[in-house]
Every structure is written in structure tokens, then in C-alpha cells.
T-cell receptor
């Protein structure tokens, strides 16, 4: 069965520092990959997605992610973090043709001033 | 309009009550989803409707009863819930491929 692993439960960075959140997937076929962000008590907002093509994808709010098939990874990056980026980040995968979105356990991001 | 709306935002109900959660979207999506999210956990899929027909039920207890009256509306009827059912209930919609799922803000449910 498909699965997603986010190795880091909690990450703390200083405002203005760079950020990388890790995501590894387990899949046989080409996966469709997503990063979602959730502020406390809120719904999920789609940051970016990868289906095929260019392995470096740009998203909203200055985020980007790189798909690396050889490492089964889809890490999220941001060059300079803002205090408003503090939230829970979920990596997710859906198998092509399926309606089932599988989430990782999430990474909580804390931003220090 | 890329918005999924959910009502109510908050709901407190007793274990003998009957209540309903409502979800609405006007993006022309033909798939709609209910997720349950406990604190500090990822969302867990409960139900999927595709073209107004139930396509996935993730072995959810019968005290949760979904309904899709039309392509824009999704309800979740609640009856005889348990305190452990307290959670954030999220609705999402997409085209039937499952891609581009848009989430609503959720209903915070507390069962007393």
C-alpha cells in the first residue's frame, strides 16, 4: 500500500532562515505528490503539486519542492521563512486514477523571531 | 470560486443527539470527501462520493451517515456519537480523478 513518511515531527527555524521539510513516499507507480499547509484550527491549503514533467515545482507563498525519483523524496523548501509560515505541513500522495489521498503524519513548523 | 464551505464551524452535541454537518462547493467538482482529523494527527479519509454515488467508505461506524443530495452538496448525519468522535471534520472536493482536492475550513465537533 502507498505510504508517506515525514521524518521530522517538529522543526524550529528563525525568521529569515531557509527551510527544508522532508517527505519520502513508498510507491510502485508514478505518484502524484502534494504539500498542504494547515494553520491551527483551519482547513488544509494546497501549497504545490507534482504530477509529471519538471521535477522542481513552484507553489504559492514562495514555496518550492523537488521530486527525486531515485530517493523517493519530495522535499519542500523555502529560501526565507516568515513568521506567518508557522503551521503544520502535510505531504500527501495519491495513486493515479485513485480518489484516495494518503497523508504523512505532518511536520509542525515553529518560527522564532 | 475555489471555495469549499462548511457549516457549522463549531458543534457541541450530546451522545443522544442527532445533528448534521453540511458542505458545499460551486466549482463543478464531481467528487466530494469527508475526512476526520484528531488533534496533532493527519486527516483520515471517511467517505468519498463520486458523481453523487458513494464510492469509498473506509469502514466508518454507522453512527456516521453521509448523504450527497446533489453535485454541490454533501452532508454528514450524526447520531449516537461517542466522546472519542470529537474531532475536526473536513470536507473536500475535486474532479473524480482525486487530484486537486480543495478543503473546507472544517467543523470542530465536540461530543459530551
Amino acid at each position: 500500500a502507498q505510504s508517506v513518511t515525514q521524518p521530522d515531527i517538529h522543526i524550529t527555524v528563525s525568521e529569515g532562515a531557509s527551510l527544508e521539510l522532508r517527505c519520502n513516499y513508498s510507491y510502485g507507480a508514478t505518484p502524484y505528490l502534494f504539500w498542504y499547509v494547515q494553520s491551527p484550527g483551519q482547513g488544509l491549503q494546497l501549497l504545490l503539486k507534482y504530477f509529471s514533467g519538471d521535477t522542481l515545482v513552484q507553489g504559492i507563498k514562495g514555496f518550492e519542492a523537488e521530486f527525486k525519483r531515485s530517493q523517493s523524496s519530495f522535499n519542500l523548501r523555502k529560501p526565507s521563512v516568515h513568521w506567518s509560515d508557522a503551521a503544520e505541513y502535510f505531504c500527501a500522495v495519491v495513486q493515479g486514477g485513485s480518489e484516495k489521498l494518503v497523508f504523512g503524519k505532518g511536520t509542525k513548523l515553529t518560527v522564532n523571531p | 470560486d475555489t471555495e469549499v464551505t462548511q457549516t457549522p464551524k463549531h458543534l457541541v452535541m450530546g451522545m443522544t443527539n442527532k445533528k448534521s454537518l453540511k458542505c458545499e462547493q460551486h466549482m463543478g467538482h464531481r467528487a466530494m470527501y469527508w475526512y476526520k482529523q484528531k488533534a496533532k494527527k493527519p486527516p483520515e479519509l471517511m467517505f468519498v462520493y463520486s458523481y453523487e454515488k458513494l464510492s469509498i467508505n473506509e469502514s466508518v461506524p454507522s453512527r456516521f451517515s453521509p448523504e450527497c443530495p446533489n453535485s454541490s452538496l454533501l452532508n454528514l448525519h450524526l447520531h449516537a456519537l461517542q466522546p472519542e468522535d470529537s474531532a475536526l471534520y473536513l470536507c473536500a472536493s475535486s474532479q473524480p480523478s482525486g487530484l486537486y482536492q480543495y478543503f473546507g475550513p472544517g467543523t470542530r465537533l465536540t461530543v459530551t
